[in-house]
């Protein structure tokens, strides 16, 4: 039987991406959602932050920071080794290739809607009339200044870090391809 090889390690700018993928979702995102979870209201509507966050909000803001670790390592599988082969640890899966196309996929879903998202933000914030009271707003408007950049470099770095993950597991799979090829032949 033909030995697979592993997948070759990303480059250098690959895995500066994977980092800051995995930085603007733990730095860029959590500190902020984590300081509104806990009823700081900087960069708020006060009066409609406390109704909103007693109607729930509060804990909306803390799934979404548990929501952006799971971003965090996902991003960083993305580049190290235990994002093409399962870790020992992990129980009946130690040691196997990880699925290239959930990965490949989630990567791609998730750069693409944080790329979207924020061009609406930059749409909503400033060329529609969906603010058209700011007083019934939530959040301040100066948080676009904050938001719109952290989400065009997060969904930017996580694009590149997919495609290095794409790129790097395409010849593997070629080479499992080939294997099971030879292997139908000849039984």
């Known amino acids: 039987m033909a030995e697979i090889r592993s997948c070759p390690d990303p480059t250098r700018r690959e895995r500066i ?15 902020m959602h984590l300081m509104w979870g806990f009823g700081i209201t900087l960069w708020t509507n006060e009066a409609n ?12 803001l803390f799934v979404l920071s548990g929501m952006a670790v799971l971003a965090g390592v996902f991003a960083m599988s993305l ?15 130690a040691g196997r290739y990880v699925p290239r196309w959930p990965v490949v996929g989630l990567a ?5 809607f944080l790329f979207l998202y924020t061009f609406w933000a930059i749409y909503a914030s400033f060329f529609s009339d969906l603010n058209d009271d700011p007083s019934k707003e939530v959040f301040d408007g100066w948080i676009v200044y904050y938001g719109i950049p ?3 470099i997060w969904s930017v770095s996580l694009m590149v870090a997919g495609w290095s993950y794409y790129r790097r597991t395409a ?4 080479q499992h391809r080939a294997v ?7 039984s």
């Open 180 to 186: 099971a090829a030879r292997q139908a032949v000849n």
């Open 49 to 60: 932050f406390a109704e909103w966050y007693d109607d729930g909000g509060g804990m909306y």
């Open 79 to 93: 580049i190290r080794p235990w994002g093409t082969v399962f870790p020992r640890w992990v129980p009946l899966l």
């Open 108 to 112: 791609g879903v998730l750069s693409v």
């Open 17 to 31: 991406a994977g980092h800051i993928a995995c930085q603007s979702a733990l730095i860029g995102f959590i500190p």
């Open 171 to 174: 010849e593997r799979a070629a």
């Open 150 to 152: 952290q989400f065009l």
